[in-house]
């Protein structure tokens, strides 16, 4: 594919956010880069395909280890520490736009159904 998913400067923003490899004590198949896998989960992420349907042209392995590797990140705090890493940098380039923000608040505790006092009465006998 001729598209490029992630670009050069994003991953080297990233790559200081994501977790060490777990060493492998009894060996094992190399594992899939991971910017290969980021590749996957860009992908995924954008054009709202499963899984297991990336398209083997992007090099990034199966579905099953993109997810995989997904969750990892996921459980890793990886996402939150690259939005707010990529808000900065949008940021000092002055590309964040505000004027279509919106802040919303609720600062009353909502209670489904109210208070409850006991019992509700049966109205109508049983049909059965």
Do not use: H
Not at 65 to 87: D, I
Not at 113 to 119: A, D, E, I, Q, V
């Amino acid at each position: 594919m001729a598209r490029q998913w992630v670009s050069d400067d994003l991953w080297d923003e990233i790559v200081p956010l994501l977790p060490c490899e777990p060493p492998k004590p009894k060996g094992g198949r190399p594992r899939i880069p991971d910017r290969k896998c980021l590749v996957g989960i860009v992908f995924v992420l954008r054009t709202g395909c499963a899984w297991n349907d990336l398209p083997a042209e992007l090099g990034c392995g199966d579905g099953t280890t993109c997810w995989r590797r997904f969750r990892l990140w996921t459980q890793a705090g990886v996402w939150p520490a690259v939005w707010q890493c990529m808000l900065n940098a949008l940021g000092k380039e002055g590309r964040v736009d505000l004027s279509r923000a919106v802040i919303d608040s609720a600062s009353a505790r909502a209670v489904f159904g109210g208070l409850t006092r006991g019992r509700t009465p049966r109205i109508a006998a049983r049909g059965a």
